[in-house]
C-alpha cells in the first residue's frame, strides 16, 4: 500500500499518501513529503515529484501552506509554499493541492453538486478543528461537498488532557473521549455533518499505531516524515 485512493463522483485525483514509495532513508524512510523535520531537501522534493505523478500533476505547481493549526483556507496559487495556513482549495484544472500530517487529519473535500468542480485539502488537527478549520473549507467550496477523512492518530491511541478533552465532549458528547483517549477520527465525521456534508468517508488508519506505513508525531518526536493529502481538479 502506497496511496489510498479516494474515489468521489467528478473530475478529481485525490489520494492520501503513506510512507512508502519514497527516496528518503533514515527517520525519514520513505516518502516523506515535509521539509522542516531535516529531511535532504532534494530527497522531498523528488518525493512530492512522485507523490505528484501518482495523481497525473506537475510537481512544479504543487500549492501548499506553512500549517500553524489555523482556520486559514486559502485559494491556491500556483507554485504557493510559505502562505500561513492550514487549508487550500482550487477550481482551476490541474492544479494540485498538498495538506501534510503525522498524526493529524488530512481531509479532502469536493464540490459534488454538479456545479464547477473544486477541491479542497485540510490539515485538521484538535486545535484547528475545535476552533472551525473544517467550517471554512465547506464554506470555501460552497455547494453540495462530499469529504473523506483520511489516516490520523486514533482512539486507540490519542490520549489526551482534561483541557482538550473537555471542549470536545461539550461539543461532540461525553463517549468523543473514553479512557482518557479521544476519537478525533468521530470528531472530524461529526464536525463534517454540522457543516451540512452528507457524504463522509473515512479510512479508520491510525498513525501511531501503524508504523510500517504512517509516520508519527507522538510515537517518533520531531525528526520524522511527513504524509498527507494530494488532490486536483482534472
Known amino acids: 500500500m502506497t496511496y489510498l485512493r479516494w ?6 485525483e485525490v489520494v492520501f499518501t503513506t510512507r512508502v514509495g519514497g527516496v528518503s ?17 532534494e530527497r522531498v522534493d523528488e518525493n512530492r515529484r512522485l507523490a505528484c ?12 501552506n506553512y500549517q500553524l493549526h489555523s ?12 502562505r500561513r495556513g492550514d487549508g487550500l482549495w482550487t477550481d482551476e484544472p490541474d492544479l494540485p493541492i498538498l495538506a501534510l500530517g503525522a498524526d493529524c487529519l488530512p481531509v479532502a473535500l469536493a464540490r459534488v453538486n454538479g456545479a464547477a468542480p473544486a477541491v479542497a485539502v485540510l490539515h485538521v488537527g484538535w486545535r484547528g478543528l475545535l476552533d472551525g478549520i473544517v467550517e471554512r473549507g465547506v464554506e470555501a467550496l460552497g455547494g453540495e461537498v462530499a469529504a473523506a477523512v483520511g489516516p490520523g492518530i486514533g482512539p486507540c491511541c490519542y490520549e489526551v488532557r482534561e483541557d482538550v478533552g473537555d471542549p470536545f465532549r461539550a461539543r461532540f458528547g461525553r463517549e468523543i473521549v473514553s479512557d482518557g483517549k479521544l476519537d478525533l477520527w468521530r470528531s472530524a465525521e461529526l464536525a463534517l455533518r454540522e457543516a451540512g456534508v452528507a457524504r463522509v468517508h473515512r479510512f479508520d488508519l491510525c498513525t501511531s499505531c501503524r508504523p510500517e506505513l504512517f509516520f508519527s508525531h507522538r510515537r517518533d518526536g520531531k525528526q520524522r ?5 494530494l488532490a486536483r481538479v482534472a
Open 71 to 82: 482556520t486559514l483556507v486559502h485559494r491556491a496559487v500556483a507554485a504557493s509554499r510559505d
Open 7 to 12: 474515489d468521489v463522483a467528478g473530475p478529481y
Open 25 to 41: 532513508d533514515g527517520p525519514f524512510a520513505s516518502l516523506n513529503l515535509g521539509r522542516r523535520t531535516g529531511d535532504d531537501v
Open 225 to 229: 516524515g511527513v504524509q498527507g493529502v
Open 53 to 64: 505523478a501518482e495523481i497525473g500533476a506537475e510537481a512544479s505547481r504543487l500549492a501548499l
